[in-house]
Nanobody, 126 residues
């Protein structure tokens, strides 16, 4: 079975930082795309960032560009999301998701992802 586990969330003040991790089991990051998504109460799930294991290409939502960084350690089957300069509007449950693909790019469309982690809460206080 494929399992994705996201952890590292918490409560942080505005301007602070958090680092989320997504660890995969039963799934190797070769030929895959890994994405981070978030969902705030009453809002639709939003694509935050993603990375392609084929060539390391990344994609970011405009709302997080310059503040968030995605990276992967394929040997550890783990993807990280470094979040800096956090804002109250970043408050949400953050999910990691994965799909198998040999395409050298990834998308922020959550419908393209087959496997999902359970989510980790990020709360940014003002």
């Amino acid at each position: 079975d494929v399992q994705l586990q996201a952890f590292g969330g918490g409560l942080v003040q505005a301007g602070g930082s958090l680092r989320l991790s997504c660890a995969a089991s039963g799934f190797t990051f070769d030929d895959s795309a890994i994405g981070w998504f978030r969902q705030a109460p009453g809002k639709e799930r939003e694509g935050v960032t993603c990375i392609s294991s084929t060539n390391g290409s990344t994609h970011y939502a405009d709302s997080v560009k310059g503040r968030f960084t995605i990276s992967s350690d394929n040997a550890k089957n783990t993807v990280y999301l470094q979040m800096n300069s956090l804002k109250p509007e970043d408050t949400a449950v953050y999910y990691c998701a994965a799909r198998k693909t040999r395409l050298g790019y990834c998308t922020l469309n959550h419908r393209h992802y087959s496997y999902w982690g359970q989510g980790t809460q990020v709360t940014v206080s003002s």
